[in-house]
């Protein structure tokens, strides 16, 4: 049986979230969910016909997910969906029934199709029947970052929805991420359901995340020593800065993590100083590069199932007082991982298989900081 001809397709904005009926629409909290298919254009391209009644039948199943879980179509534009909630868990709700009958319905006419989804909760401005405010526009910003079948959702979108998930449904912790002009970085999840792709490359994030504290002094004194470090970052994933105190290890650790290139998921200063006990170097890892603080397994667990897939620097500060752990994590680390590299500072070296040292001397002319100076420790 034929399908009939779908409607024109054409930007609607529809009425909004009512406290009731006949009233104003609502200002306030709103979870949103958008939605769009990755790779239309090409797909139009080979196939205008087919794209055109694969497209009627995404957009049947994504109305439909949105009004059984209480969501409103506020806007479409092309083959993006815009809704609106009155709750994270229905947003989800909505995102991973549309996406489980999107992969049971038949799209090979199309060679597939493929929707990236992000759910985003905030407070609004309602206004001529449309939203305004930082929340659809970092929900647009989270949709960018997402690949086609992937469901992300904000932090604190997560955790308001966390224990109203429907069942078997959860929450995988993807770290924090700097997206597209936001000052910020986000704490960002990936919803997980049964019948789902969960295994996605890292996020399409903006490279330069990280934690770097800004320097306020010039460097000076170290420039050839800073280019031969930087270079040799390139070839070791352990390269040790050793030496003995006071010689500004940690300022030029600084310099050479925020110079090196092809981090895209940032440089990270783990500052070991306040750590006593060895057991909870890799809890401060994990805290510091945003890897999950709970789930299952250990610490060091969570940490490399966070790394895996990622291109990240990671700057371990002072670790004469803790070799042994410092040393075992770093081992583990290169072991388990292919895109991590570490930079570490310490009074010796770690005496791990892989590592490069570069021995620190003292400078002629006093540097202009060294690892006292409060202006240049991280926040």
């Known amino acids: ?151 992300l959702i904000s932090g604190a979108a997560a955790e308001m929805a966390a224990t109203r998930l429907p069942a078997g449904v959860r929450l995988m912790d993807l770290g924090r991420h700097r997206l597209r002009d936001l000052p910020e970085p986000e704490h960002v999840a990936q919803i997980v359901a049964p019948g789902l792709r969960h295994d996605f490359p890292p996020i399409l994030s903006q490279a330069g995340v990280g934690n770097l504290p ?46 090196a290139p092809g981090f895209g998921d940032g440089a990270w200063f783990v500052e070991l100083a306040p750590v006593t006990d060895p057991a909870l170097v890799a809890e401060s890892v994990c805290a510091t590069v945003g890897a999950p603080a709970i789930g299952d397994g250990a610490a060091f667990d969570r940490l490399v199932d966070h790394l895996r897939g990622r291109r990240m620097l990671i700057v371990l500060d002072n670790c004469e007082h803790l070799v042994a752990a410092a040393a075992d994590l770093a081992h583990r680390i290169l072991r388990e991982t292919t895109g991590a590299t570490i930079l570490a500072n310490s009074r010796e070296a770690l005496g791990v298989p892989g590592e490069e040292i570069w021995r620190v001397g003292g400078l002629e002319v006093p540097p202009e900081s060294d690892d006292a100076d409060p202006l240049w420790r991280p926040p």
């Open 1 to 151: 049986m034929q399908e009939p001809t779908p409607p024109a397709r054409t930007t609607t904005v529809l009425p909004f979230l009512r406290r009731a009926a006949g009233e104003q629409p609502v200002s306030g909290m709103v979870a949103f969910l958008f939605t769009d298919i990755v790779g239309s254009t090409r797909r139009w391209e080979n196939a205008p016909e087919a794209m055109r009644l694969a497209l009627a039948r995404h957009d049947a199943i994504l109305r439909d997910a949105i009004l059984d879980h209480r969501g409103l179509v506020f806007r479409t534009l092309g083959d993006a969906f815009m809704a609106a909630f009155s709750s994270p868990a229905d947003a989800a709700g909505a995102a991973v029934a549309a996406q489980q009958r999107l992969a049971a319905a038949d799209f090979r006419a199309v060679d597939g199709l493929t929707v990236r989804m992000a759910i985003y909760a905030g407070i609004v401005e309602a206004r001529d029947s449309d939203y305004f405010g930082q929340a659809p526009n970092r929900t647009q910003r989270l949709l960018a970052a997402a690949h086609g079948g992937q469901i």
């Open 214 to 259: 800004q320097t306020t002094t010039r460097f000076v004194g170290r420039e050839s020593d800073v280019d031969d470090l930087v270079a040799r970052l390139e070839r070791a994933r352990l390269l040790t800065i050793a030496g003995a105190g006071g010689l500004g290890k940690t300022r030029l650790s600084l310099e050479v993590a925020a110079r």
